[in-house]
């Protein structure tokens, strides 16, 4: 069966709909705060949102029963203070730090600021004027689901079976790495020889992201509590783990121990869950 385009439904396949005691302000205040954009409104009650990426969001307001057609006595409210909390929104961005800096400076609670998550997203959360939190995430590695403790189910169990049986042994992890400031060349110089030894084991760095720093205190990472976050992410792969040993042991890594030190203060190592 065809699918009719239809201008009046809002975009996405998953729509959630949020309930608030003033729909226009609550419009005004989260295409301000979010970058939302109005698609349209039905009076007071009633509103869709553009939320990017061709996802939406609706509005509706505080009432009694969902629809007069139905005769149902449910209350539709926003949340209320110190009530449990049962529901969240996920909304991906492009520059998770750009997005929060505005949020800030537009008034919105900020619950938890930027954070780099082994599962290769960075996500802060804020609260809007009537209580909704909302989290907003920007993809910073492709991780496999299994590295950090995921399950899949039997179809992607399969599928990954047949794509470890094109490359046996595949072997991935994710480094977080602190620097000394002030030591980039250091830092580039070790890379550079890093990255040639490694290639003798077939390793290669499939993503190194660049973290840009965040005004204000840093937070912590969930790898090293005690530490801010990294300075850069580097997603490396081999082609097992006997090769990544290897390489760890080979004197010409051993030798840049040094120059390793005067530019890298630490690494934190991921394997699935947990640091090594």
């Known amino acids: 069966m065809t699918r009719i385009a239809n201008r009046s439904a809002p975009g996405g396949p998953i729509v959630p709909t949020l309930i608030y005691d003033d729909v226009p302000r609550a419009i005004e205040w989260l295409c301000d705060a979010f970058g939302f954009v109005e698609r349209l409104r039905a009076g007071a009650s009633h509103a ?150 490694m290639r003798r084991y077939g390793g290669s760095i499939e993503r190194r992201v660049k973290l840009a720093a965040v005004p204000g205190a840093a937070p912590a990472t969930d790898a090293h509590p005690s530490q801010p976050r990294p300075d850069e992410l580097h997603v490396v792969r081999f082609p097992d783990a006997e090769s990544f040993a290897r390489y760890r042991a080979d004197p010409e890594i051993q030798g840049l121990a040094e120059l390793r030190a005067t530019a890298i203060r630490e690494t934190v190592i991921w394997l699935g869950t947990d640091p090594v």
């Open 48 to 197: 869709q949102l553009d939320t990017g990426g061709g996802g939406s969001v609706m509005l509706g307001a505080s009432r009694t029963g969902q629809s007069p057609e139905w005769g149902d006595r449910a209350e539709l409210r926003p949340p209320r203070p110190q009530e449990v909390v049962n529901q969240s929104v996920l909304i991906g961005v492009d520059d998770v730090d750009r997005h929060h800096r505005h949020a800030l400076s537009r008034g919105a609670r900020i619950l938890n600021p930027p954070t780099d998550y082994p599962f290769g997203e960075r996500q802060y959360t804020a609260e809007d004027l009537a209580g909704y939190r909302w989290s907003f995430s920007q993809s910073i590695a492709d991780v496999d689901p299994r590295d950090w403790g995921a399950t899949l189910p039997a179809a992607s169990t399969a599928a990954s079976a047949a794509s470890a049986a094109a490359a046996p042994g595949a072997f991935t992890l994710v480094a977080l790495l602190y620097l000394h400031p002030g030591r980039d060349a250091e830092y580039e110089r070790f890379e550079k020889e890093a990255a040639r030894v």
